[in-house]
């Protein structure tokens, strides 16, 4: 009875899709799926609307109101164009800079969307050709935009495309202005509302006009030029993965003044079907594949990958075998900050107003290197709208010099606000060279930096449990952790606790903190004697829960390196133990 019911209700709104609102094209897809005897894929692309969500949108490519396609694209982009002209209703010309990256229809989205904009009165800066996400984010700053859109599905396979919404301090949208757009575009309940005749004397073509000056500003967060002349040969392997990376990276490298980048041949060549990899994921090591062979055949000394969006930046070395390894994201994460911190005291650049940013399921060494350094680190919920909040409050008043998280996103600069792997690479290539400079690879360095702080070991657990059923264990799950919440895990005490949905930091002496947080979350984090961190988050897109291990080990020279990666390894199984969480 009720797969009848579903059927008859995404019938009814597929019908709806066979007016003249809609073109011929969507029309006969809806057509055919409406006919064909086997209504899966009827079901799945009409039994609910597309969130656009506080990220934006993102799903998988097709007709229908569950799938990215021009009218889903246009009730989004008709839906913030509302917004804009109700907040910025005083200004004499609201302003938007729109980009999109080397996916199937997202440059045909761009500019349906630039259309839009243009048809609510609201000028547009188009990019002539895809573009990395960090320069739409640059772009919105530059040109004193209100807003900006890119058309990306960051590293999601090939079916999928997707839709990130950007503020005027050119990061993405927070609140209260993500819950307004959200209503503006939930407003938007039929085709006949989005006003897809554009005025193209709105829309600015722009390009290299602001790839020069986002490059120059990428080198501007260089630190050391002379370490990268000394080493200028470093032999660096590059690869986009079919993606916008190939449009400024080899050629910001070249500016940092590195004369030996090969580029992975077959990845360059720009492709939303990404035939090399199963799917264009830097943090997955089938995605560096080819780089790696041509790393190997050419004796490199670093080898780097960047998302199709190039936000995010995937890092592999040499081990003290000679064997390429992944730098995971909380090490590159580390690797970032240790260099920054280290160079800047070395400089005589710390004046005392410096900060830097994580997130609060990113690596804990962080703040151990900062407060060894002086240096203010904040802790901030996952995403970078969280971490450019921060450099926002502070503006004028403190000195941003590094932000991440632990999925391979970093940001060195205040001039763009979202991660970004241009200038990321750029900085990783740096570091790489002035490890050499003493004699070192990356591996050894990150060896030397758990010499240092102690060895940490991060795990990510997803726990995938679908449905109602399973929307309702998950629930269940953190209830329970929140009312008994373990006293004891592995063998070590609990010593505090924080809520993120409380907002308390509660502690086994009986003491309650308040967290200073700009919003609630719902997180829980447990913190033992031994020094572990435990980490909870049921997902909000997803039906799965979440749980971040942070296990410490002692290290006391890169001779144990091996011996405190096998005691994490066995801390691990023995919290997966006691969490009930193994396999």
Not at 128 to 143: G, K, L, N, Q
Not at 265 to 281: C, I, K, L, W, Y
Not at 420 to 441: N, P
Request: net charge negative; with cysteine.
């Amino acid at each position: 009875m009720e797969n009848k019911e579903l059927l008859k209700q995404v019938t009814e709104k597929a019908t709806k899709w066979l007016t003249p609102a809609y073109d011929a094209k969507t029309q006969e897809e809806v057509r055919k799926m409406l006919e064909n005897e086997d209504k899966t894929e009827l079901i799945e692309s009409f039994y609910k609307d597309l969130e656009f969500g506080t990220g934006g949108l993102r799903g998988i490519m097709g007709a229908g109101s569950n799938r990215v396609n021009i009218y889903t694209v246009g009730a989004a982009t008709q839906g913030l164009s509302n917004y804009l002209n109700k907040s910025f209703a005083g200004l004499k010309q609201i302003s938007v800079a729109v980009g999109y990256d080397c996916r199937n229809n997202s440059r045909k989205f761009a500019e349906i969307s630039a259309d839009i904009f243009t048809a609510n009165g609201i000028k547009v800066y188009l990019f002539e050709d895809m573009r990395p996400t960090p320069e739409i984010s640059f772009a919105i700053r530059h040109f004193g935009c209100q807003s900006g859109i890119i058309l990306t599905a960051s590293h999601n396979p090939k079916e999928y495309n997707g839709y990130k919404a950007y503020w005027e301090d050119g990061a993405q949208v927070l609140a209260p202005n993500d819950k307004g757009i959200i209503d503006e575009v939930n407003k938007i309940v039929s085709a006949d509302a989005i006003k897809f005749k554009g005025n193209p004397e709105l829309i600015e073509m722009i390009g290299e006009n602001v790839d020069a000056i986002y490059l120059d500003k990428v080198q501007s967060v260089c630190i050391e030029p002379e370490v990268i002349e000394r080493n200028k040969d470093l032999k660096i392997v590059y690869t986009p993965i079919h993606g916008t990376g190939m449009m400024l990276i080899p050629r910001a490298l070249k500016m940092w003044g590195f004369t030996k980048v090969s580029t992975v041949a077959e990845q360059m060549v720009r492709s939303g079907d990404f035939p090399t990899v199963v799917s264009p994921n830097p943090e997955n090591a089938e995605a560096l594949t080819l780089a790696l062979a041509l790393a190997k055949k050419e004796d490199a000394d670093l080898v780097m990958a960047s998302d199709p969006d190039a936000d995010r930046v995937g890092i592999a070395c040499k081990d003290d075998k000679g064997e390429w390894v992944l730098v995971n994201g909380n090490q590159t994460c580390m690797l970032f900050l240790y260099y920054i911190l280290t160079q800047y005291k070395k400089l005589n650049k710390l004046a005392g107003n410096e900060f830097v940013v994580k997130t609060i399921v990113t690596t804990e060494l962080i703040k151990a290197m900062a407060d060894k350094n002086n240096v203010l680190m904040l802790d901030c919920y996952t995403g970078f709208k969280w971490i450019a909040r921060e450099v926002r409050e502070l503006e004028g008043k403190m000195k941003y010099i590094g932000g991440g998280e632990e999925s391979y996103g970093f940001m060195a600069e205040d001039f763009c606000r979202d991660k970004d792997a241009v200038s990321g690479c750029c900085l990783a290539a740096e570091i790489a060279a002035w490890a050499k400079d003493q004699g070192k690879t990356i591996f050894q360095l990150l060896q030397d930096i758990y010499v240092e702080y102690g060895y940490s070991k991060n795990v990510t657990i997803n726990v995938v449990r679908p449905g109602k059923t399973g929307a309702d264990e998950i629930k269940q799950m953190m209830t329970d952790f929140r009312s008994t919440p373990p006293q004891e895990i592995a063998g070590s005490k609990v010593v505090s606790t924080k809520d993120y949905l409380s907002l308390k930091h509660t502690f086994a002496t009986g003491e309650v903190k308040e967290l200073k947080m700009p919003d609630t979350s719902n997180v829980l984090q447990f913190f033992t004697e031994d020094g572990n961190k435990i980490s909870v988050r049921p997902s909000g897109t997803e039906p799965k829960i979440k749980f971040y291990l942070e296990v410490k080990a002692p290290m006391h020279s890169r001779e144990e390196y091996k011996q405190a990666e096998q005691m994490a390894d066995a801390k691990v199984k023995e919290i997966l133990h006691a969490l009930g969480l193994e396999n």
